[in-house]
Each structure stands twice: as structure tokens, then as C-alpha cells.
């Protein structure tokens, strides 16, 4: 898969700022990774009733629609970070990290020591 190198993901929370960044990463898309995965929909519609849920070791969600991902321009930007050995994450958000870079604030979908991503029918 194509990854890239993130050098500049802040985690900015909704109420008090700034909590850091993290060191440079390599990351890949997260539509690219549920495309591969190839979830089946047993109507041709079914795509738009569903929500991505990502879960983190500590049981820590973050939500994303079908559409936010794969028909917005910012989807490019929703990145899933993996531990390498020249740009590694940090101990407490190893092996995989949620990032939403293009997000006002940052945090409340970050999700570290990613452990699931669902795909989820909501109706």
C-alpha cells in the first residue's frame, strides 16, 4: 500500500488546546485500508446507512460516515499510522494510530493503540 510520512499531526482538543505532537510517522489511507477489506453490502444503497467505528486498545471510539471518508475531499487526510523503525509512535499509541489530520481539533477522533475499524449498518 502507498503510505506517506506525517511530520506535523498536533493533538488539539475541542476545550483546552494543544496536547502535543507526535514525532514524524509513516501512515496510510483508512478508505484504502476498508477498500481492501471489501465489506459486503448486500444492497447496492447499503454503503450510505453505515458508520466506520474505530476502536482503540483502551476502548476509545472515534466515528466516521461512509461519506466523510469516501466522498469528501478531507478523506485523504483520515490516516492510519503505523509503528516503523526509522519514524516511530510513541509507546502509549503503538502499533497503529487514528489520524484525523484534517479535523479543526484533532483529539476527539485521534485514537491510539488502534486495536478495530468496524463497518457498521445503522439501518
Not at 53 to 81: H, I, K, P, Q, T
Not at 82 to 89: I, K, M, N, T, W
Request: proline content about 7%; overall charge positive; some cysteine.
Amino acid at each position: 500500500m502507498a503510505w506517506r510520512n506525517v511530520a506535523d499531526f498536533e493533538i488539539v482538543c475541542t476545550r483546552d488546546g494543544s496536547h502535543g505532537r507526535l514525532p514524524p510517522v509513516r501512515a496510510v489511507r483508512l478508505c484504502e485500508l476498508i477498500d481492501r477489506a471489501q465489506p459486503a453490502f448486500s444492497h447496492r444503497t447499503d454503503f450510505k446507512r453505515v458508520a466506520i467505528v474505530a476502536e482503540g486498545r483502551d476502548g476509545y471510539r472515534a466515528l466516521f460516515s461512509w461519506g466523510e471518508l469516501f466522498n469528501c475531499a478531507g478523506s485523504a487526510a483520515v490516516l492510519v499510522a503505523y509503528d516503523a523503525p526509522e519514524c516511530g509512535l510513541p509507546s502509549n499509541a503503538r502499533p497503529f494510530a487514528l489520524l484525523p489530520c484534517n479535523d479543526a481539533a484533532t483529539g476527539p477522533r485521534y485514537v491510539r493503540a488502534l486495536r478495530s475499524v468496524e463497518v457498521h449498518k445503522l439501518w
